[in-house]
Structure formats: C-alpha cells, structure tokens
C-alpha cells in the first residue's frame, strides 16, 4: 500500500512539473492549450491546476476570448510565490543577486573581492555575507527565498548530496561548496559551472529559446560551452563535459594555463588575447588588467586604423572559427551561441568572419545546418542562469518547495 501511494504521488508530482514549466516558459496560457501542450486530459489539467491556484504557484492573469466560445482564463506562475537568488563567482569577481520567480532583478548586493587573490574560504565567506544581505531583504518585504544557485569556474563535480568544485585557475581543489553556503544560509543551493549556467538561461529565454540541439559558448576570462541535445543539457561522465576552451587548435601552440599547448583559450581568452595586442603594437596597447574589460572596446577603437589590432581580431575571429567548426562536425547542433562578456563585445565584428570560417573548415552539410548567433541576455547572464538552477529544481519538483520537499524525504525515512 505504501508503495502504491508513492507511485501515486510521484506520478502527481510528475504532471505537476509537465503543467508548469510551459506555464513558466511560455505562459500566460489557458488550459485548453496546456491539455494541447502536455498531453494531459482536460479533466486531469482542471484539477492539477485548481491545485497550484490554491497553493500560489501559479495566478489567473485575465481573459483570452475564443472563437464563439465563453472566453477562458489565463494562466501563469505566480512571481511572487517565492524568490531565488544567483552567483557568478567569476574568475576575476563576484555578482550576487536577487530575482522573483519570473527571473527579474530584486536585490544586489557588491562582493569586493577578485577570487584569485584570495583563499577559497574567504570568497565564499564574503559571498555568503553578500547573500545575506539579499535575504534580509527579501524578509524585510515578505519574500520567501526558494534557493541559491551559484556558477563557478572550472569543473563542478555533483554528487549525491553535495556539489565539489575544482577550478585552479582561483586556487579551489575539491571545494564543497553547496555543502558550505547551505549550512550558512540555511536555504537549498545548487552549484553549476558558469557556462552550463548561462546555457540554461540562454535556452530558456535568449537566443537558444526554441531550439533543441545547441551549443551556447561563453568567452570571457576563460572560454566554455554548455551542449544541449534534444534540449537537455549534457554534463558528461563527470560533469566535465563542456571544456571546450581545452580543445587543442594548434599542435605545439602556446602554452596554456591548464599546462597544456595549443588550447583554444591560449589564444582567444582575455589575458593572452590582450598579451598578444601588446606584443603586437606596445604603444596602442593598454597596461591595464586583461580583467578590466575596457581594453577590449580599445582593442576594437584601435583595429579601425591599426593593421596590428585588426589581425589580432582576425586571429581571434579564425581560432573561434576553427574550434565552432569542431563543434558543428562533432555534435551537429543546429545553433551555436557566442555568449560571455568578451565575446559578446567582439562578436559584434567579428560574427561574419567566425561564420566564414565555419563554412570553410567544417563538412559542407554540417556548416549549412548550423546558425551562429549572439547570445540575447547581456554580459551579466550567469548570475541569471545560476538563479534558473533553482527554477530548475522547483519546476523538476512539481513546484513543491524545496526544503520542503526535503522535510518530507526525511520523515518518510523516520521508522
């Protein structure tokens, strides 16, 4: 019997979760076109959304008048059932903040500090203080906060009941960070590597919106991508899949910071990017930090009457091109996002080149499947995305809130 209610109830759940992601991602929506959407019977889309009505997921926002029919009410999640928040932790800073559950800003909140100057602890203690600072917000105006989502450089391991974070590139070795934040926070925390992050969002709502085989790449500091096939993303063996700035472009190149030759990031990320300008023409070249990311509209002021500057981005523009053009042949997507800050302030020039180049270097089908687009969201994307982890769980979850959910898990362990 016991058995048989955990069936019922997991079935639930799942129906739930198939009403209200398309509420969430597509919505306001009536129930006619949820039945549509989902598959569901009309009757077992009346009563679960009777349900989530009762509970505030979700709200009627007005009337959709039908053809010869009483009009019928629209249907979408609820913004202010809950809030979530999200961190960027950067390679070279730190953003927090806070969103409603339509994913628009409501709280952020500074973190001074450049995480590969400083121990692990110390970043993650003066994150925790900046998440905090939006938690006492959100009670302050009666939200209820439903998670942390945090993105990280470097390799996310998951696990059963933690997240481990090696990114050497800012000193972490084996870092349990969701363990750590949640124990301060006291609220659910899900961890995700900066790019997967900001591919979910760009699917969600940016340029992968709609489409089911993508690559959404982020090309910043360092330079990542998040694989989506059938629209999932895929994480790999060890959730390592994604270390496309790893892939070797050049046998024998230039040495990389991983200790590899030869890496796509040893010649388009932004430090040896900006290194390579400064070789290239010493007096044009700023003395700023590659991390300080105005050198790079510099770099595209310059390139209009500077022959130097001007090959440095066509250099950029073919590296880009040859390693999209890997992509195409090895995954087939049907879009590849160039998304990150530096690359969506480069992709701008350099888009028609980086797509002449995937024309010439990947198979002649593969190359007239593919798209190569911008991404939509900005440059502060992965604080976003890292929020959508959070959704994610929610939606996964049938809209049950998370510590919730867990509460329950360990009464049903309880003799």
Not at 44 to 50: D, M, P
Not at 143 to 162: K, M, N, S
Not at 229 to 257: D, K, V
Not at 381 to 408: K, T, Y
Request: with cysteine; net charge negative.
């Amino acid at each position: 019997m016991a058995r048989a209610k955990a069936l019922v109830g997991d079935l639930r759940r799942v129906n739930r979760s198939i009403v209200l992601r398309p509420l969430f991602l597509e919505g306001p929506l009536n129930r006619v076109s949820l039945g549509q959407l989902t598959g569901l019977s009309s009757g077992s889309i009346t009563s679960l959304t009777a349900a989530l009505l009762d509970e505030g997921l979700i709200v009627e926002v007005g009337l959709e008048q039908s053809d010869g029919g009483r009009p019928r009410v629209m249907l979408q999640v609820n913004p202010e059932f809950g809030a979530v928040i999200g961190v960027e932790i950067g390679e070279t800073a730190v953003r927090v903040e806070g969103f409603d559950l339509r994913l628009r800003v409501a709280g952020v909140a500074e973190v001074g500090l450049h995480p590969q100057h400083h121990d692990a602890d110390v970043t993650i203690e003066e994150t925790v203080k900046a998440i905090e600072r939006i938690q006492a917000q959100f009670s302050a105006e009666g939200r209820r906060l439903l998670g942390v989502g945090i993105a990280t450089p470097g390799l996310v391991e998951h696990r059963v009941d933690d997240a481990r974070v090696h990114a050497p590139n800012i000193g972490w070795y084996d870092v349990p960070l969701e363990r750590l934040v949640r124990e301060r926070v006291g609220a659910p925390v899900f961890a995700e590597n900066g790019a997967k992050a900001l591919g979910q969002v760009e699917m969600w709502f940016g340029a992968g919106r709609g489409t089911h085989h993508t690559v959404i790449t982020l090309w910043g500091t360092g330079v990542g991508a998040a694989i989506f096939t059938n629209g999932t993303l895929y994480r790999g063996a060890a959730s390592s899949a994604g270390e496309w700035g790893h892939n070797c472009i050049i046998a024998g190149g230039r040495r990389c910071r991983c200790g590899a030759t030869g890496c796509l990031e040893a010649y388009i990320g932004a430090e040896p990017l900006l290194a390579a300008w400064r070789e290239a023409d010493p007096q044009a070249a700023p003395s700023s930090d590659p991390d300080e990311e105005g050198w790079a509209d510099r770099l595209l002021q310059s390139a209009e009457s500077s022959g130097a500057a001007a090959r440095i981005l066509e250099e950029a523009a073919n590296c880009f091109g040859v390693a999209a053009a890997n992509l195409a042949n090895l995954f087939n997507p049907e879009l590849i996002v160039i998304g990150g800050w530096l690359g969506l302030k480069l992709g701008p020039t350099l888009l028609d080149r980086i797509r002449e180049v995937v024309r010439e270097q990947a198979l002649d089908y593969t190359a007239n499947c593919v798209n190569i687009e911008l991404g939509r969201l900005g440059e502060d994307a992965v604080a976003l995305g890292a929020s959508a982890l959070v959704v994610d769980e929610l939606l996964s979850n049938g809209g049950v809130p998370l510590v919730a959910a867990r509460d329950r898990l360990q009464e049903a362990k309880l003799p």
